[in-house]
């Protein structure tokens, strides 16, 4: 098991396994979710993970958000981005320091 691990589309993800990272080919939500608890009990510290998936996965990507590790960060897939990683920023650089800075 890596540190960094990624999930998504075989598309998407396949090129992680080159830099050496842990790669998972799931699309569906809830399947996510449990691949994301068992990386977290599997001590993984980063999983990339495409923003379609990071979406249908939402219940369980909540619950890793206020610990320090895993850092579950969505990345666009093959077809392009969703805005999920850009909304993420967003609303984490509002809580910080108490303003949406990017209007």
Do not use: C, H, W
Not at 54 to 72: H, N
Request: glycine share 10%.
């Amino acid at each position: 098991m890596a540190d960094i691990a990624m999930i998504g589309d075989k598309d998407s993800v396949l090129l992680g396994r080159a830099a050496g990272l842990d790669v998972y080919f799931e699309t569906d939500g809830a399947r996510a979710g449990r691949l994301i608890d068992r990386l977290a009990r599997e001590d993984t510290k980063v999983i990339f993970i495409t923003e379609p998936v990071f979406e249908a996965a939402q219940e369980t990507v909540a619950k890793y958000r206020s610990r320090p590790f895993p850092a579950i960060i969505p990345i666009p897939d093959g077809r392009g981005t969703t805005g999920a990683g850009q909304r993420l920023v967003r609303a984490n650089v509002e809580k910080a320091i108490g303003a949406d800075i990017n209007f």
